[in-house]
């Protein structure tokens, strides 16, 4: 239903476009003045238009927007009374790290410098003349040449105006859906918010509160003290098996490695060399930061484009695309089994505050947390889960057909909320993910999960061994 709008509201777009052509271009074009020294005349007509396509494609930089859900209902299930939730959020959107954006001025700059060689001075110009997108055109032109990282901050990773948004939104969504659970009057007792040690999960905390219950009474809310390595809301900190076999091992990027090297890669690198007139061929690297870029602009302004998208084909984004999920899959998913065995301790943390709610007298409780926290969360409860492994090698067929999609399931501003409801007596837990019921696999029933069969499935209880998962001395890391 969802993804019907999102398709139907991409088509008008485009056929908006398409009906007021030149309404559409000017919108986004800017002057064409200053084109003395490039030749040949690029070629205005061929001006490639913002293709809404990439918002859906953005990796991990995805902005909310792309997948919230505007339907405030509150989903209904007969005799069921809604008793107790719980969320896990990723912070919203925020600004790159120090060492990122440093990167993004650098390497971005230089690829200025050196794009749009005119004809004369390319290393090979017969290379330029079989390439299959033509030239860029002016306007494109100007616009890549006119850019500048601009921040809302220096300071690196902060909460942006748009993840404030963001998080302010989302509350008054769940509100709506949860008047009982989560009322406009704050109560010290009844909620619990925690965010982990990041400017970026305490302004999203602090704006999720506001958008329950307004500027003044937000104030108000008591947040317990944050820490640096929270074993809760991110555990895998503190996880030496994990830091050694994934996080900080090479083996695990293998992958990664490999597809970088394959012939699709290679042919994106250099289409999209020649289609900005470089005379060398940009590294993947380099083009994965033209592709974070793009992702972290759209993100950051909903009617700014970044000139970096214009630069790619739906092809090229694809490509760009499936490498990040290789290097999620691989370090927070199904890649090894430590990755996301650990995440035990969250769920169980979860059922442990719902079973002690009425000595707590707690009703609402929300972790602000990291992506590494929830694909993790995802993966432990066996959500978007392929019968194949993520490799660079998998068949086309496998790769249109796959679950694992980090544009989707790990956008900026993630959810994963659970709530518990009173069936007449009998306990069960309603799970959904980006504002959307998800089933668990291996629940029984149909969207309503019962407590107890939940738990088990979750190893959620006395087998959740979190010593033992993460022991590094414990020799060799094992696959699924
Ligand atoms: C590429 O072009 C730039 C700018 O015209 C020039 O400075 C550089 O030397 C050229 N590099 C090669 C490898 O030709
Ligand atoms: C809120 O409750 C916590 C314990 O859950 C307590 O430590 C804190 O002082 C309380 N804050 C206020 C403002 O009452
Ligand atoms: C990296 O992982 C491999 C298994 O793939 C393991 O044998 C090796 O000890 C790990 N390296 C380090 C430095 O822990
Ligand atoms: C569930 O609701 C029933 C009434 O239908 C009530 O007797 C029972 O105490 C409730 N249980 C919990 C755990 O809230
Ligand atoms: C705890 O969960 C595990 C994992 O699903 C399950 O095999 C085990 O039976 C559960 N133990 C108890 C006591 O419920
Ligand atoms: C970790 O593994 C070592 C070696 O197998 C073992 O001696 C130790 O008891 C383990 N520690 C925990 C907490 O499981």
């Given at each position: 239903?969802?993804?019907?709008?999102?398709?139907?509201?991409?088509?008008?777009?485009?056929?908006?476009?398409?009906?007021?052509?030149?309404?559409?271009?000017?919108?986004?074009?800017?002057?064409?003045?200053?084109?003395?020294?490039?030749?040949?005349?690029?070629?205005?007509?061929?001006?490639?238009?913002?293709?809404?396509?990439?918002?859906?494609?953005?990796?991990?930089?995805?902005?909310?927007?792309?997948?919230?859900?505007?339907?405030?209902?509150?989903?209904?299930?007969?005799?069921?009374?809604?008793?107790?939730?719980?969320?896990?959020?990723?912070?919203?959107?925020?600004?790159?790290?120090?060492?990122?954006?440093?990167?993004?001025?650098?390497?971005?700059?230089?690829?200025?410098?050196?794009?749009?060689?005119?004809?004369?001075?390319?290393?090979?110009?017969?290379?330029?003349?079989?390439?299959?997108?033509?030239?860029?055109?002016?306007?494109?032109?100007?616009?890549?040449?006119?850019?500048?990282?601009?921040?809302?901050?220096?300071?690196?990773?902060?909460?942006?105006?748009?993840?404030?948004?963001?998080?302010?939104?989302?509350?008054?969504?769940?509100?709506?859906?949860?008047?009982?659970?989560?009322?406009?009057?704050?109560?010290?007792?009844?909620?619990?918010?925690?965010?982990?040690?990041?400017?970026?999960?305490?302004?999203?905390?602090?704006?999720?509160?506001?958008?329950?219950?307004?500027?003044?009474?937000?104030?108000?809310?008591?947040?317990?003290?944050?820490?640096?390595?929270?074993?809760?809301?991110?555990?895998?900190?503190?996880?030496?098996?994990?830091?050694?076999?994934?996080?900080?091992?090479?083996?695990?990027?293998?992958?990664?490695?490999?597809?970088?090297?394959?012939?699709?890669?290679?042919?994106?690198?250099?289409?999209?060399?020649?289609?900005?007139?470089?005379?060398?061929?940009?590294?993947?690297?380099?083009?994965?930061?033209?592709?974070?870029?793009?992702?972290?602009?759209?993100?950051?302004?909903?009617?700014?484009?970044?000139?970096?998208?214009?630069?790619?084909?739906?092809?090229?984004?694809?490509?760009?695309?499936?490498?990040?999920?290789?290097?999620?899959?691989?370090?927070?998913?199904?890649?090894?089994?430590?990755?996301?065995?650990?995440?035990?301790?969250?769920?169980?943390?979860?059922?442990?505050?719902?079973?002690?709610?009425?000595?707590?007298?707690?009703?609402?409780?929300?972790?602000?947390?990291?992506?590494?926290?929830?694909?993790?969360?995802?993966?432990?409860?066996?959500?978007?889960?392929?019968?194949?492994?993520?490799k660079h090698d998998i068949t086309g067929q496998q790769r249109r057909d796959r679950s694992w999609r980090v544009s989707y399931i790990?956008?900026?501003?993630?959810?994963?909320?659970?709530?518990?409801?009173?069936?007449?007596?009998?306990?069960?837990?309603?799970?959904?993910?980006?504002?959307?019921?998800?089933?668990?696999?291996?629940?029984?029933?149909?969207?309503?999960?019962?407590?107890?069969?939940?738990?088990?499935?979750?190893?959620?209880?006395?087998?959740?061994?979190?010593?033992?998962?993460?022991?590094?001395?414990?020799?060799?890391?094992?696959?699924?």
């Open positions: 239903m969802c993804m019907m709008t999102l398709i139907y509201s991409h088509l008008l777009v485009f056929l908006l476009c398409v009906t007021f052509q030149t309404k559409c271009d000017s919108v986004r074009e800017p002057d064409l003045t200053g084109d003395r020294i490039v030749r040949p005349v690029l070629d205005e007509h061929k001006c490639k238009r913002f293709d809404e396509d990439i918002l859906r494609h953005l990796g991990t930089k995805t902005p909310y927007r792309v997948v919230a859900n505007a339907d405030e209902a509150t989903p209904a299930y007969q005799g069921c009374t809604p008793i107790y939730i719980a969320g896990v959020v990723r912070h919203g959107t925020r600004t790159p790290g120090v060492k990122d954006a440093d990167r993004m001025r650098k390497n971005l700059e230089k690829i200025k410098a050196s794009s749009f060689v005119p004809e004369t001075e390319l290393e090979s110009p017969s290379l330029y003349q079989d390439s299959t997108r033509g030239t860029i055109c002016q306007s494109e032109k100007d616009h890549i040449m006119s850019w500048k990282l601009t921040l809302e901050s220096e300071e690196g990773k902060t909460l942006t105006r748009e993840g404030e948004d963001e998080m302010f939104k989302l509350a008054q969504r769940y509100q709506k859906r949860y008047p009982d659970l989560l009322p406009k009057t704050y109560a010290n007792s009844t909620f619990l918010f925690k965010f982990t040690q990041t400017q970026r999960t305490e302004e999203s905390a602090k704006h999720f509160t506001t958008g329950l219950f307004g500027k003044d009474q937000s104030r108000q809310v008591w947040f317990p003290e944050a820490l640096d390595k929270d074993p809760i809301l991110r555990f895998y900190k503190l996880c030496e098996r994990w830091k050694e076999d994934v996080k900080n091992n090479e083996s695990s990027k293998e992958e990664l490695i490999a597809y970088k090297n394959t012939a699709e890669a290679l042919f994106m690198t250099r289409e999209i060399s020649r289609h900005l007139r470089l005379n060398y061929t940009l590294s993947y690297d380099d083009v994965y930061l033209m592709y974070v870029t793009c992702a972290f602009e759209v993100a950051w302004h909903k009617e700014r484009r970044s000139p970096w998208c214009v630069v790619f084909t739906r092809e090229d984004i694809q490509v760009l695309e499936y490498g990040e999920e290789l290097k999620y899959y691989w370090r927070d998913g199904y890649g090894f089994d430590v990755n996301h065995q650990q995440a035990c301790v969250l769920t169980r943390d979860i059922f442990d505050r719902f079973e002690s709610r009425k000595e707590s007298g707690q009703k609402a409780l929300f972790y602000f947390t990291h992506s590494g926290t929830l694909l993790k969360l995802l993966s432990h409860l066996g959500l978007y889960r392929d019968a194949f492994k993520l790990d956008t900026f501003g993630t959810n994963f909320v659970f709530v518990f409801y009173n069936c007449s007596g009998d306990l069960k837990v309603l799970t959904l993910h980006q504002e959307r019921v998800v089933h668990v696999p291996g629940c029984p029933g149909g969207d309503l999960c019962p407590l107890d069969a939940l738990r088990q499935l979750l190893g959620a209880n006395e087998s959740c061994q979190f010593a033992t998962i993460c022991n590094s001395s414990q020799s060799g890391h094992y696959e699924l």
